[in-house]
């Protein structure tokens, strides 16, 4: 059998395209491997999100009691004072501090239930022959005519038809904690800059709290931070963590945060959506939105069979692009409390250079 369009990945972008697609009366193979096993990190849904997952039906997913509403955020960015960011001034509602599986679980049934013909596999390799897509998977081959590229950072399908580019080196080492004290914590999320990183904390709905910390990957001893003592020694975070009698479970794991694209994000007989098109600095808290974004705008495009908007699209994702670096190097910017600090320096220009590989 030849299918119409596969799409490849089983993140938000993947999911959102694979629902968006069958909405539309185009049923997708959909190649996805369902691996919910470990914590997912990523889970403050900006509130740019609810007209796109109403655009999709989706957005009563969000009154689930699994995700709590985001109504304020602190940050101490360019000083030691904690400046309080309130819900109350977004005119679309609150952000959204999700349980990431539940999220991604349930968009992942609605696909399927509007029509999306779901593959629990990875795909292993592909081949174009005759003018299709040969998809390799440990279940057999699909064969299908267009391919939505939407397997995150590693962009399996892009990355071979387009040049990837990355803007910095950014890393992420986090982990969940969990309190043994007695009063309920208050849900809140904390951002706080420090010499050679910035340090993120939030308060999810079952009351664990999720601990990221970003820096550079070459930097001397990010690899070796002991993540549990050094939250202890932020300002607002660790006094946050002592007070409510948290401490880390499990050991930290690390993760690529580094801003990078592909260019351009489309090409014979492929899209790339979500971070496989552009993956964000998590301090734009915009990767969701974005995986969002991209899979309900080329799924119209393709819907419609319209190459003008799938043109459209790709002009759209570098004008993203391009935005994004500017926004992120005027807030990196407004930090200057350590001008002898290399993580703080490196953002004051603009670095972005062609690179081989997803890292
Ligand atoms: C530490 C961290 C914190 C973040 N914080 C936030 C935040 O607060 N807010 C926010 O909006 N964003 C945040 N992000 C970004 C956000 O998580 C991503 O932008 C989002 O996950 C992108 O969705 P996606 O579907 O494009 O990619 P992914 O979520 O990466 O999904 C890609 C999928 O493709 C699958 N895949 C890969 N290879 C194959 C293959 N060969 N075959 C089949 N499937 C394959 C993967 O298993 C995965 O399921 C954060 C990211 C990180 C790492």
Known sequence: ?????????????????????????????????DRQDAFKPGEHLSAAAIPLLKRLGSDAMLRSEVHRHAHSTYSAWGSDLLIERNAIVQLEGPPTVLDRWAFEAALSAQATAAGADRMDHDVIDFRIADGLWQIETAAGQVQTRFVFDATGRKAMVA?????????????????????????????????EAQEHGWWYMSV????????????????????????????????????YLSDYGY?????????ATNSSWIAPS?????????DAAAAFDPLSSHGMTTALWTAIEAADAFVAQ???????????????VEDYLIAQQAVYRRET???????????????????????
């Open 247 to 255: 401490s880390m479970c499990g050991t930290p794991k690390r993760i």
């Open 337 to 359: 409390r350590w001008p002898g600090s290399t993580f703080w320096q490196r953002r004051t220009e603009r670095a972005e250079q062609e690179t081989d590989a997803a890292v």
């Open 159 to 191: 990355s071979k038809f387009a040049r990837r580019f990355q803007a910095d080196k950014l890393q992420c080492q986090y982990a969940l904690f969990a309190s043994s004290g007695e009063t309920a914590p208050r849900p809140v999320t904390l951002i």
């Open 266 to 274: 489309i090409g014979a007989g492929w899209v790339a959506i979500g």
């Open 204 to 239: 999810l709905a079952d009351q664990r709290v999720v601990v990221n910390y970003y820096s550079d990957a070459d930097l001397p001893g990010f690899g070796n931070a002991d993540l549990e003592a050094n939250a202890q020694l932020t300002t607002a975070i660790g006094a």
């Open 306 to 320: 319209d190459r003008d908007r799938m043109l459209a699209y790709a002009e759209s994702v570098a004008k993203g």
């Open 1 to 33: 059998m030849i299918h119409d369009v596969a799409v490849l990945g089983g993140g938000i972008a993947g999911a959102a395209a694979a629902l968006r697609l069958a909405q539309g009366g185009v049923r997708p193979i959909w190649i996805a491997q």
